[in-house]
């Protein structure tokens, strides 16, 4: 358990798909035929924003009908055991890691449940559908609403703090992420350059970064990350 001061976890679609998400690259990656490379970008959404919210409806439709799995579970309880620094960074979009009582989670791509408001640039919960017509909470205005993601070409958020967070830690672990995007995918280079942290992979496949870990670990994330959760706070 001492081993560790700061502890910063890196999660991706993997972590979420035995609790029947699908990630955005295995076979399942399709979305009605389209790449979320064609749907996940500002130009999608203005070259047809209704089929972008029908992407984003979907999936945020589906969340009420999917749980936590024991790897969201684990992560919970490893932060709640931690008695150092301790940050989830997650590129998913889902609240699976809050509903597992996760607390200090930082969505680096966003939120299915949040709206933001091109006109007055305020975020909202959002649980319903969005439409072109739908109205903003706070100006009231019609057709400013688009779902509180990041799409390709754009900005993460909270980079400082992840930039911080990263620089700090003695133990990076990235779990369920192909490691296709960026920057999310130069997270364990930027680690290994500071030369103090120990970096682990857990993940179905290797990644495309997995040459980069000092550790990889191969099998579904329900299996592996309450492994290294025991390992971790058994000392
Ligand atoms: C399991 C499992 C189980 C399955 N157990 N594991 C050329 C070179 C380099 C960069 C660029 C480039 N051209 C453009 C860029 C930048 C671009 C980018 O990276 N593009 C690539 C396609 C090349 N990135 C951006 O535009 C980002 N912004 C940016 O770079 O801003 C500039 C900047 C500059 C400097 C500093 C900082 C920023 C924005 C990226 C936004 C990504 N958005 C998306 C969609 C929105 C969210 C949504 O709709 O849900 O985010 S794309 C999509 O991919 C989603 C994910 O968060 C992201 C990552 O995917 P993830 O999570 O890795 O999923 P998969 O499906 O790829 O992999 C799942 C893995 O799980 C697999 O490995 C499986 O094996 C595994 N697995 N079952 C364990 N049971």
């Not at 970008?41 to 972008?52: F, G, K």
């Not at 939120?111 to 706070?138: F, I, Q, Y």
Request: aromatic share 8%; glycine share 10%; proline share 5%.
């Amino acid at each position: 358990m001492a081993k560790y001061r700061s502890i910063v976890i890196l999660t991706g679609a993997g972590i979420s798909a035995e609790s029947g998400i699908p990630t955005f690259r295995g076979a399942d990656g399709l979305w009605e035929g389209h790449r979320v490379e064609d749907v996940a970008t500002p130009e999608a959404y203005v070259r047809d924003p209704e089929l972008v919210h029908h992407f984003y409806n979907m999936r945020r439709a589906a969340l009420g009908t999917v749980a936590p799995n024991p790897a969201h579970a684990a992560l919970a309880r490893l932060e709640q055991a931690f008695d150092g620094r301790f940050l989830i960074i997650t590129q998913n979009v889902d609240d699976l890691h809050e509903r597992a009582g996760s607390k200090n989670v930082l969505h680096m791509h966003g939120e299915l449940r949040k709206a933001w408001c091109l006109g007055c640039d305020n975020r909202t919960a959002w649980l319903e559908d969005m439409t072109e017509e739908s109205r903003c909470p706070h100006c009231s205005r019609e057709g400013r609403l688009r779902p509180d993601i990041v799409w390709f070409g754009e900005m993460p958020y909270e980079m400082d703090r992840i930039d911080e967070a990263l620089s700090g830690c003695d133990l990076f672990v990235s779990i369920g992420t192909s490691g296709n995007v960026y920057p999310a995918a130069g997270f364990v280079a930027m680690v290994r350059h500071m030369g103090r942290a120990h970096t682990l992979e857990l993940n179905l496949d290797p990644s495309e970064g997995s040459r980069m870990f000092h550790e990889t670990r191969h099998g579904p994330a329900s299996q592996l990350v309450p492994e290294f959760v025991d390992e971790v706070l058994g000392g």
